[in-house]
């Protein structure tokens, strides 16, 4: 993708008529590739039926779908997919906008809203992710806990003095919650990453390895401070010392 307006944006929801409109205004803004879809099996056919270079660039959703919420539908989108998601929605309850944040959603606007208003924030979207500002190169596959640090490519975590090993499932999990750092991920999709499709049930199985992963990254394992538990929704890593 050369410029913000090369990228494919999908636009779910079941009102037709908004749809129509949302098209109709994004064409007009410059961007060619706007595909709509009005139920959650209609938008995840878009991440599993093809290839990752022809899924969205960004998704436009909706919570109240026919066939389910756009949270839950996020949630699976995220086992295809990493791309961006802008909420936009009738519901402009304070627990609804920070769920869908929580659930990393890179924005959320409620219905009425502003059609230049959208757009800007949809080219602020585009442009923060695939068009990101450079920055000073990081030593690859290093991520610093505090005074310990996580090798990815070893598979170890050292505190300058002594080192130990993680598992290959822990280091699953960690690369994961990495992935979406600052943001919750989710019972489901730790799991998937960890045991794949056959992972119902495994939920008291990440509960252990979780506790064994803090007993290795952590100063103080029964009080975490880097991989924090969300209550009811999953985990998250924190990206500044709590």
């Known amino acids: 993708m050369n410029s913000i307006y090369d990228g494919k944006l999908l636009v779910v929801d079941d009102n037709e008529e908004l749809c129509r409109m949302l098209v109709d205004m994004l064409h007009r803004e410059g961007f060619g590739r706007v595909e709509t879809a009005g139920t959650c099996a209609q938008a995840l056919s878009f991440f599993e039926n093809i290839s990752a270079q022809e899924q969205p660039e960004l998704v436009i959703l909706d919570i109240n779908l026919p066939?389910?919420?756009?949270?839950?539908?996020?949630q699976r989108i995220r086992l295809y997919s990493q791309t961006p998601v802008l909420f936009l929605s009738a519901r402009d309850e304070d627990n609804d906008r920070l769920l869908g944040l929580g659930l990393g959603a890179d924005d959320y606007m409620t219905k009425p809203f502003l059609p230049r208003e959208l757009v800007l924030r949809i080219t602020a979207i585009l442009r923060r992710t695939w068009f990101p500002p450079a920055r000073p190169?990081?030593?690859?596959?290093?991520?610093?806990?505090?005074?310990?640090?996580?090798?990815?490519?070893?598979?170890?975590?050292?505190?300058?003095?002594?080192?130990?090993?993680?598992?290959?499932?822990?280091?699953?999990?960690?690369?994961?919650?990495?992935?979406?750092?600052?943001?919750?991920?989710?019972?489901?999709?730790?799991?998937?990453t960890v045991w794949g499709d056959e992972y119902y049930g495994y939920e008291n199985t990440l509960m252990v390895h979780i506790r064994r992963l803090r007993e290795k990254i952590e100063e103080n394992p029964s009080r975490p401070e880097w991989l924090l538990t969300v209550r009811g929704l999953g985990y998250r890593l924190a990206k500044e010392h709590v």
């Open 67 to 74: 066939d389910g919420d756009g949270f839950s539908l996020m």
């Open 137 to 192: 190169q990081e030593r690859e596959g290093i991520l610093r806990l505090g005074k310990k640090s996580v090798d990815f490519n070893a598979g170890t975590v050292t505190d300058g003095e002594e080192s130990c090993t993680l598992t290959a499932k822990e280091l699953a999990i960690l690369k994961k919650l990495y992935e979406n750092r600052g943001n919750i991920v989710t019972f489901d999709i730790l799991c998937n």
